[in-house]
């Protein structure tokens, strides 16, 4: 069907708000690392698997997701995301009962696979909806609210579980109500609430989508869920080099975002020597950096042609990252500011970019660009174990960024081009 300014708002409205949810869900990660460090007695190292468990769904489901959407439909999708994402962040009660590391880890995986129908689906939807000459534009707009939900997530949400106190047995005051139990305890029910607010939202949401009316978008030759015959997952898409080099970029790009968030708090609190109350903020400031980069982004990409900025952008983190290698402590903190700006488009650039012009393979190769956030399962474990490893020059391990960040920068030079 044909969609004007008109009858495509609404859609766009809705599905402007996965981003904004999802975003909630994957930003609370470093916060719950730097929480689970305290409630399971955890290394740096150790908690950090916390977004394995996480991103590992991201590897795993896409292709089952992608082909369940092409014999229904984005919608049906959606809403069968949202409510496993929302059974998953319920589940933080009966896990504060349990207090075990691979409950965490379970949960985890659980809201991730529900995320990750929302996000195979969102993605390749706004890039379908509207013209395609402005896809990687409206990609940016939709991620903008990816970007606020980051920044609540990271300004608010984490205060409410992190409580400024990070007591170890020896350390843990002998008048605190309950001991060393009590404290745990205290501490594992912080962690509830922005989880009961999320499956709160998560529901509402799945139902309005069930009484909305969602435009059937034409790829190819077909409309979704019309068409029953025929491949449901096409892996010959990746013949095509600007969707294969997109991948690559995705996976690169995905773990040297993850590995900077996830460290973020851990940075701040264990070689900033900064208080967990400030560190929050400082997160909070950084995700407010990120905002600012979606929607500036956003309306530079009216002037400038996509791929140009998306080299621009990256090879400015490359230069970031070799000032947190040589400096580290509040100049590397700051320079991690500069980084989370700079950061803002790529994701969605690289992304719409990779989709051009895939028509009926849209959504083989959206399951794929959602897969390559695997590198968010692996990439910061790396960048967490050379921190550990090194102690005392802890910054060379923003090595690992670094060289994601090249990755990216190729993709916006040369990788995007459509040439076959």
Request: net charge positive; aromatic share 16%.
């Amino acid at each position: 069907m044909k969609l004007d300014k008109k009858n495509s708002a609404l859609p766009l409205a809705l599905i402007f708000s996965l981003f904004f949810l999802w975003a909630i869900s994957s930003n609370l990660l470093p916060t719950m690392i730097r929480q689970l460090m305290k409630t399971c007695e955890l290394s740096t190292f150790q908690a950090s698997f916390t977004e394995t468990a996480y991103w590992l769904a991201y590897f795993i489901f896409p292709i089952p997701i992608a082909m369940f959407m092409k014999k229904y439909s984005y919608k049906s999708g959606i809403i069968l995301g949202l409510m496993l994402a929302a059974f998953g962040g319920l589940l933080f009660f009966p896990a504060a009962i349990i207090k075990e590391y691979w409950a965490y880890l379970t949960i985890f995986f659980i809201i991730a696979t529900g995320m990750c129908f929302l996000e195979t689906a969102a993605n390749p939807y706004v890039t379908a909806l509207g013209n395609p000459a402005t896809a990687s534009r409206r990609l940016n707009l939709a991620q903008s609210f990816n970007g606020l939900g980051a920044f609540i997530s990271a300004m608010f949400l984490s205060k409410l579980v992190l409580s400024g106190n990070h007591y170890t047995r020896e350390s843990l005051p002998t008048d605190y109500v309950g001991g060393w139990e009590g404290y745990i305890q205290t501490e594992t029910d912080a962690m509830k609430l922005p989880y009961l607010i999320l499956a709160a939202a998560l529901i509402i949401i799945a139902v309005v989508f069930v009484f909305s009316h969602l435009p059937k978008i034409k790829e190819g030759n077909s409309v979704e869920g019309e068409t029953k015959t025929g491949k449901l997952i096409d892996f010959g898409v990746l013949k095509r080099s600007h969707l294969r080099w997109g991948v690559i970029a995705q996976f690169f790009y995905n773990g040297g975002q993850t590995a900077i968030n996830s460290l973020f708090l851990v940075y701040c609190c264990t070689y900033a020597g900064i208080p967990e109350g400030q560190a929050t903020t400082f997160f909070g400031l950084y995700m407010l950096c990120f905002l600012s980069g979606r929607w500036i982004g956003t309306f530079l990409m009216a002037r400038f042609r996509p791929q140009n900025m998306l080299t621009v952008y990256a090879l400015v983190n490359v230069c970031l990252c070799v000032v947190i290698m040589c400096y580290g402590g509040m100049i590397g903190l700051y320079a991690m500011l500069a980084i989370s700006f700079f950061m803002s488009i790529i994701y969605p650039t690289q992304f719409s970019l990779a989709l051009k012009d895939l028509g009926s393979n849209t959504k083989s190769g959206s399951a794929f660009l959602v897969m390559a956030i695997v590198g968010n399962a692996c990439l910061p474990q790396f960048t967490a174990y050379l921190m550990q490893l090194n102690a005392n020059i802890y910054h060379v391990a923003y090595v690992i960024p670094l060289v994601c960040f090249l990755f990216c920068a190729y993709y916006g030079w040369k990788g995007y081009k459509v040439i076959d």
